[in-house]
């Protein structure tokens, strides 16, 4: 029995065959499934879905890269969306500075101090913009789970001590699970430390994911839950595919291998952290 704490059914990837997907997904032994919103209306269809099909949930937040899109009024509407008794938390929110403007059309090399061209400091300003609006959309969803008593799904990417810091103003009050964890074991160590848990996707099965895999090798038992992302991030054998709940075992299996473990010892167990987590019966 595995959970998929992190799948984007509302995505138009599955829109043509939905009910075949969770069919494979139950083939394979994944009984409960994560639909994660990363909008408004993206957390509205995640909702929609949770509702139809037993095995699924939402989670319902804004993403960072959608974050200067938000209406001012957004939390508002999260709010009452995550009232729904099949919404487990909030996100996925969080940092991503992988593409602020200055990386679109990135120079051979930067710009020096004093040497600024014009279009260098517009970028400036305009990175600075985007990560502010990424801020408060993260601070706000934080503070909604704080006030509802939900755990958060965070996305990070080139952002890791902003996040961390900002994360730092919830210790106690709210926990986190950092999605698609591929850094190093002195990174997870430091947002276990603060009480947050992390997760692994297919990447954790490449060949070039040393790092990840010695984070996956070592870290406690009970630190970890298994996820797809998808359609994203398909793991060995189906990289380059669309990704489905159904590759969770792939994943959990690679893991389980990693660590010398039995696969239904793995599955139990972060079933069970999933449950625990999102505070649902394992």
Request: hydrophobic content about 45%; cysteine-free; charged content about 20%.
């Given at each position: 029995?595995?959970?998929?704490?992190?799948?984007?059914?509302?995505?138009?990837?599955?829109?043509?065959?939905?009910?075949?997907?969770?069919?494979?997904?139950?083939?394979?032994?994944?009984?409960?499934?994560?639909?994660?919103?990363?909008?408004?209306?993206?957390?509205?269809?995640?909702?929609?879905?949770?509702?139809?099909?037993?095995?699924?949930?939402?989670?319902?937040?804004?993403?960072?890269?959608?974050?200067?899109?938000?209406?001012?009024?957004?939390?508002?509407?999260?709010?009452?969306?995550?009232?729904?008794?099949?919404?487990?938390?909030?996100?996925?929110?969080?940092?991503?500075?992988?593409?602020?403007?200055?990386?679109?059309?990135?120079?051979?090399?930067?710009?020096?101090?004093?040497?600024?061209?014009?279009?260098?400091i517009t970028d400036a300003l305009a990175d600075g913009a985007q990560k502010?609006?990424?801020?408060?959309?993260?601070?706000?969803?934080?503070?909604?789970?704080?006030?509802?008593?939900?755990?958060?799904?965070?996305?990070?990417?080139?952002?890791?001590?902003?996040?961390?810091?900002?994360?730092?103003?919830?210790?106690?009050r709210v926990r986190g699970v950092f999605h698609c964890f591929g850094k190093s074991p002195a990174h997870a160590q430091e947002i276990l430390a603060l009480g947050h848990l992390v997760s692994f996707t297919g990447i954790v099965t490449f060949k070039n994911a040393q790092l990840v895999q010695e984070t996956a090798r070592t870290i406690a038992a009970d630190a970890f839950m298994v996820e797809t992302d998808c359609p994203f991030l398909a793991p060995v054998p189906f990289r380059g595919k669309r990704c489905e709940p159904a590759h969770t075992r792939a994943t959990a299996e690679f893991l389980a291998q990693l660590r010398g473990e039995a696969l239904a010892d793995l599955a139990a167990r972060t079933t069970a952290t999933a449950g625990a987590f999102f505070r649902r019966p394992a």
């Open positions: 029995m595995l959970t998929d704490t992190h799948a984007h059914l509302d995505f138009p990837d599955f829109a043509a065959d939905l009910d075949d997907i969770l069919a494979r997904a139950a083939a394979a032994g994944v009984t409960r499934i994560l639909s994660i919103g990363t909008s408004v209306e993206s957390s509205r269809r995640a909702v929609a879905l949770a509702e139809k099909h037993p095995q699924v949930f939402a989670v319902v937040g804004v993403h960072p890269n959608n974050a200067t899109e938000a209406a001012p009024d957004f939390i508002a509407e999260l709010r009452q969306l995550a009232q729904h008794p099949r919404v487990l938390g909030i996100g996925e929110t969080g940092l991503d500075y992988h593409r602020l403007p200055s990386t679109r059309q990135a120079p051979e090399s930067p710009p020096v101090l004093g040497n600024e061209t014009p279009g260098d502010s609006a990424q801020a408060a959309v993260f601070e706000q969803q934080l503070d909604l789970a704080a006030e509802l008593g939900l755990n958060v799904v965070i996305h990070e990417r080139d952002a890791w001590d902003d996040t961390v810091a900002i994360l730092r103003g919830w210790t106690g």
